[in-house]
């Protein structure tokens, strides 16, 4: 029994982990995402915190951050007006050209033939 108590405890902080650093990220995408930064908000070792968050999520943390961003950008394309370079600097890029070769590496097109795409779809 006390076993079974430890395990639920041991999830429940792997859970609330994951909830800081999933929630630190959303709130900083703009900004200094390096696994140090990330890894000083949780307390935790840089490279542990690496290993630990594939191991639990199944995923890199780099991964997990490229997704969302990836995400926040579709997002401003679609429901903005707002230049390349605005959305560019909102997602923590520091060169417009680097989140255009972000963008296609990852969504498969420029952003903006995707806002393009969609606005003829509507």
Known sequence: ???LGLTE????DESSILSMIHQ???LHLAD???LTRIAQKVSL???YLSRWYKKT???SL???IAEKRLELSKELLLSTALKMHEISSRLGFSDQHYFFRFFKKTAGCTPQEF???RITRS
């Open 32 to 34: 200094d995402l390096s």
């Open 115 to 117: 806002r393009e795409q």
């Open 24 to 26: 630190y990220i959303k």
């Open 57 to 59: 999520t199944g995923k």
């Open 1 to 3: 029994m006390h076993e």
């Open 9 to 12: 405890q041991v999830r429940h």
């Open 45 to 47: 070792n840089p490279s």
């Open 62 to 64: 780099s991964d997990y």
